[in-house]
């Protein structure tokens, strides 16, 4: 997947679980699924500045 410009993908394709949610490759990129329209979900992605620590939220 390194390299590869992706756009207009839903997360749930690259999520091995399947999940609409936030998900993150293990390496350096995060995809938040933005089919709020669809899913009835509003992902949002969560950085804490005192742990340094990127957390996926899911609303809906």
């Given at each position: 997947?390194r390299g590869q410009q992706i756009?207009?993908?839903?997360?749930?394709?690259?999520?091995?679980?399947?999940?609409?949610?936030?998900?993150?490759?293990?390496e350096s990129h995060?995809?938040?699924?933005?089919?709020?329209?669809?899913?009835?979900?509003?992902?949002?992605?969560?950085?804490?500045?005192?742990?340094?620590?990127?957390?996926?939220?899911?609303?809906?």
């Amino acid at each position: 997947m390194r390299g590869q410009q992706i756009s207009g993908v839903g997360a749930h394709l690259l999520d091995p679980g399947g999940s609409n949610g936030v998900f993150y490759d293990g390496e350096s990129h995060y995809y938040i699924d933005g089919a709020v329209e669809m899913t009835g979900q509003l992902n949002v992605l969560r950085y804490d500045v005192a742990t340094r620590v990127h957390e996926g939220v899911t609303v809906g």
